[in-house]
């Protein structure tokens, strides 16, 4: 297959899929138990997922692998089988992708901070670099680095994958919106300061995901794209702002309200287009169905 960044260059929008957490407990995965392990203990259930999306019209898959890193699996004992479940991640997700979608393989942050002294940048980049590696023995095309909110744990992140996998890198950031109309991380990066910082380190594609619903997501896409004007863009948007009811976190936005942002984001220069939390494969097929008309 041609690079994801060649496809995109040849014109085309892509479709990414859609959450994987609420869909791994709708299946049954339990407060305290490791997303991760249902790779090797439930990998029927999890091909479920990534098939769900092939069929609804996806162009990629990612893995279940966001929390596969050393220093989140350590909470469940399981720190010595980073190879092995992300790897099955991998494997997994190649298994519904067939030989003509793509795999991103899926690296969230280790929840370490290095403003706060509890990690080092080789611990990082150690850390990050023993996931990548899984991910593409597992026959991941692409890894995405995602969720970010701390420009220097991506850059070490993109670092790691460009220097020890032959993959394409993919890293989105995870942006909150002020009073003020301004979006930032947590940790106070622009679109812009993002942009600008992750071309420099190597990555082939950028964006945002999670933290926002669709219509966030336009004007974020335009800020990435006025401070670069050739840099591919992947936006995973929620399916809306989470809503709290009867003890559970509810997210309202309707198929048919994402696909109604589809074009707007494409106008304001998305290249790849998939959902975050809250997100199912009805929401991924409603947003192939957009693209399919242009």
């Known amino acids: ?18 959450a994987w957490g609420t869909f791994l407990q709708q299946k049954g995965l339990l407060p305290a138990e490791c997303p991760e392990s249902w790779n090797i203990l439930h990998p029927e259930k999890v091909f479920e997922i990534a098939q769900s999306y092939i069929d609804a019209g996806s162009n990629m898959i990612e893995t279940n692998s966001f929390g596969g890193n050393r220093f989140k699996l350590s909470f469940f004992g399981k720190e010595d089988q980073v190879y092995d479940l992300n790897k099955a991640a991998a494997e997994i997700s190649r298994k519904a992708a067939g030989p003509d979608k793509y795999v991103l393989g899926s690296i969230g942050p280790t929840g370490k901070f290095l403003i706060t002294g509890d990690v080092t940048e080789d611990e990082l980049y150690e850390t990050f670099k023993e996931q990548a590696i899984a991910l593409e023995a597992g026959g991941a095309d692409a890894l995405i680095i995602e969720t970010m909110t701390d420009i220097d744990e991506a850059k070490i992140a993109i670092k790691a994958c460009k220097e020890n996998t032959s993959c394409e890198v993919i890293c989105t950031m995870t942006f909150d919106k002020t009073d003020e109309a301004v979006f930032h991380t947590m940790m106070g990066v622009t679109p812009a300061d993002m942009t600008t910082e992750l071309v420099d ?11 926002n619903g669709m219509e966030n997501m336009v004007g974020i896409t335009k800020e990435i794209r006025a401070t670069n004007n050739k840099i591919p863009i992947l936006i995973h948007a929620n399916a809306g702002a989470p809503v709290f009811q009867n003890n559970e976190t509810l997210f309202l936005e309707t198929p048919d309200i994402t696909a109604g942002f589809v074009n707007p984001l494409i106008s304001a220069g998305a290249n790849i287009i998939g959902g975050c939390c809250g997100t199912t494969p009805a929401h991924i097929k409603a947003i192939a169905q957009v693209v399919k008309q242009k």
């Open 1 to 18: 297959m041609k690079k994801i960044s060649q496809e995109i260059l040849s014109g085309k929008i892509l479709i990414s899929d859609g």
């Open 201 to 211: 380190a190597g990555a082939d594609i950028i964006g945002a995901n999670c933290g």
